[in-house]
């Protein structure tokens, strides 16, 4: 392994359109990959991966292949890989880890152009050089800021307080980077999706290789609806169920959706450990700030106020809400939905042990 300052533009950022030009140029095709002589690619595509899976976004932005070809070639094979394990928690983890990783670099790039360059020419975001008010080194167009920052919780990126002069919101060159890192991740994403569609049967080298992959994945300990202790999953309302799923295949939601599921299962007497396992599903996961949040959720914490499930209608005005509550008749907090369908199954599971007794007694 190298330093990746060594390497060129292109390696070090292999989503730009030079470095996939340069790829194309390259002639590789997936038969390429058997020849004993590009094994130094596959293994460098293999350790990206699992790199991801180990380190997620701490991955250490330094390492890199020793040479430009190697590290260029080994991104869009890396891209297929991922793919093919089928894996949405694993493609996840890859995207957030190379784009963290582009993040971390281009951080320390000391070229503003190139930021620039990047942020027009790939992610056509509407944005321009402009250093009158330091520190912010930037200006981006209202409708790309807004629909850029909406998703950060940081009221840093709320717009009242940013500088907005006609329709320009300033940012600082390492906002501009964190914007980057967004498009970049998705971008990937997109990728492994088209990938997942278009590549055919690879060759039995590389098939080898997705499943020494899928072997280092991590053991999942919730699949689906199936919680060990507390709580009856068919009994939670459809804006809880929406939530888990998400979370369980790795998804990112918004801080609130967290809140709300968090609050929501702690007062259905789900244990602490068991939503924090929830939330190891997130490509992002950090035990110690997950620990933190949902003991403080729980009142284990801080003020030891235990927190209670978010109303419909604070659900509702974060969007979160399903069908307008068509599915869930005139309540006010999801807890009122769980309650009654929990009586519900009481009921439907008293009426069973009765039959089944009943028709004992009566063949006896
Ligand atoms: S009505 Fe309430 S419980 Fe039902 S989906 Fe909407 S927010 Fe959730």
Not at 73 to 87: E, N, R, W, Y
Not at 219 to 231: A, P, Q, V, Y
Not at 286 to 298: L, M, P
Not at 303 to 311: L, M
Request: net charge positive; with cysteine; hydrophobic share 35%.
């Amino acid at each position: 392994m190298a330093f990746a300052d060594k390497l060129s533009i292109k390696a070090k950022y292999p989503f730009l359109p030079e470095a996939k030009q340069a790829f194309i140029s390259l002639g590789f095709d997936l038969e390429s990959f058997r020849d004993p002589s590009t094994k130094p690619i596959v293994d460098r595509a293999i350790s990206r991966i699992v790199d991801a899976l180990l380190y997620g976004e701490n991955i250490n932005p330094n390492i890199a292949a020793e040479d430009d070809l190697t590290e260029l070639a080994s991104f869009p094979l890396a891209i297929i890989l991922a793919a093919k394990t089928g894996d949405k928690y694993l493609q996840r983890r890859f995207a957030l880890a190379e784009a963290s990783t582009a993040y971390k670099r281009l951080n320390m790039e000391d070229d503003p152009e190139l930021v620039l360059r990047i942020a027009r020419e790939v992610f056509r975001i509407d944005v321009e050089y402009d250093d009158s008010y330091p520190p912010y080194s930037y200006t981006v167009g209202l409708a790309d800021y807004l629909k850029s920052a909406s998703k950060f919780n940081d009221p840093v990126w709320k717009l009242v307080n940013r500088i907005v002069v006609r329709g320009r919101v300033y940012i600082e060159s390492r906002e501009l980077i964190r914007l980057l890192r967004d498009k970049i991740e998705r971008y990937i994403l997109e990728n492994i999706e088209k990938a997942e569609r278009e590549v055919g049967k690879l060759p039995e080298n590389l098939e080898e290789a997705v499943n020494n992959i899928k072997n280092k994945l991590p053991e999942r300990k919730i699949e689906d609806l199936t919680l060990r202790e507390g709580s009856r999953p068919e009994a939670w309302p459809p804006c809880m169920k929406s939530i888990y799923s998400k979370l369980t295949s790795g998804e990112s939601v918004s801080h609130f959706a967290n809140f709300m599921i968090a609050a929501f299962l702690i007062n259905t007497g789900v244990p602490t450990e068991e939503i924090i396992s929830i939330y190891s599903q997130r490509s992002d996961f950090n035990e110690r700030i997950a620990r933190y949040q949902v003991e403080h959720i729980a009142g284990m914490r801080g003020s030891r106020t235990r927190y209670i499930t978010p109303s419909c209608s604070k659900i509702k005005t974060n969007g979160l809400c399903i069908e307008d509550g068509r599915l869930c008749g005139n309540i006010k907090n999801p807890m009122t939905y769980y309650k009654k369908k929990i009586k519900e199954i009481k009921k439907i599971d008293k009426d069973k042990t009765q039959q089944t007794g009943e028709y004992s007694q009566s063949s006896s």
